[in-house]
């Protein structure tokens, strides 16, 4: 089978080597079509914003950077079943489970915690999927228009828990809103 007679898409197209006339050679016709089209472009509205003094809308269904969540009482609420990674489809996340010990009660809400908590945010496609997939509510995708900070290194851009778990004072904050 020559490769003139398959085609891998399905869409062949057959390519003529005719002689073209004195016009067509001049390509006076494809720059003029060239210009309208130019001229057409530049009496339009701009897409182009200025980003830092300007912001377009966001979308209302928006997922900004991930948060691991803490209880009303300050505790973390992952307790590393590690559904969350399962239903990643980028493989961003990555944890590694311990057992509380007796004085780190008011620290952690159940018998297991994550020790280490990771996402490599250069892997995830902020699906939210792994939102979803955890039955303690203990990751959330936040409606806060902060985006990830630039970096020059690779490693920067996994997140540990340093930068993941909400912070003691926002945990406070939202439990007395709560009770209110």
Known sequence: MSLDTYSFSGRKKQVSNKKLTW????????????????????????????????????????????????????????????????????????????????????LYREEKYASIYEINMLRCIFCGLCEEACPKQAIYLTKSKVFAKSNSTRESFIFGKEELVMPLEMAIQNSKQNQA
């Open 23 to 106: 016009l067509e050679s001049i390509y006076l016709v494809a720059i003029a079509k060239g210009m309208w089209v130019t001229l057409k472009h530049m009496f339009r509205k701009k897409v182009t914003i200025s980003y830092p003094e300007q912001t377009r809308p966001f979308s209302p269904v928006y997922r900004g950077l991930h948060m691991l969540m803490r209880d009303d009482e300050g505790r973390e609420r992952c307790t590393a079943c590690g559904l969350c990674a399962l239903s990643c489809p980028a493989e961003a996340i990555s944890m590694t489970a311990a057992e509380r010990k007796p004085e780190e009660k008011h």
